[in-house]
């Protein structure tokens, strides 16, 4: 069955940095785009990040355009989120998504929390 189990999450300092991985099973990983999305406490899902199946396109949400960077390794199953220059205001739960093209599975999500 298809899983998404994400990993990376924690408590950060603002400005600090996190890597989040997103490990993906029982598909073949390779031929879907896949997506970051976050939920920041009592507030909606955010989408952050795009990236295509062989990742030569990404595309990010304005709010963490130059700070966010997304990779994938289709050799490892992996999705990767390089998360710098962290704010209180990135602090949410990321979910990773595959898209098909609508996002039909999701991880269990990995909190983020940036505070001093």
């Known amino acids: 069955q298809v899983q998404l189990v994400e990993s990376g999450g924690g408590l950060v300092q603002p400005g600090g940095s996190l890597r989040l991985s997103c490990a993906a099973s029982?598909?073949?990983?390779?031929?879907?785009?896949m997506y970051w999305v976050r939920q920041a406490p009592g507030k909606g899902l955010e989408w952050v990040s795009t990236?295509?199946?062989?990742?030569?396109?990404?595309d990010y949400a304005d709010s963490v355009k130059g700070r966010f960077t997304v990779s994938r390794d289709n050799a490892k199953n992996t999705l990767y989120l390089e998360m710098n220059s962290l704010k209180p205001e990135d602090t949410a739960l990321y979910y990773c998504?595959?898209?098909?093209?609508?996002?039909?599975?999701w991880g269990q999500g990995t909190q983020v929390t940036v505070s001093s």
């Open positions: 029982g598909f073949t990983f390779s031929i879907y785009s």
């Open positions: 990236i295509s199946t062989a990742g030569g396109s990404t």
């Open positions: 998504a595959r898209a098909h093209p609508s996002l039909d599975y």
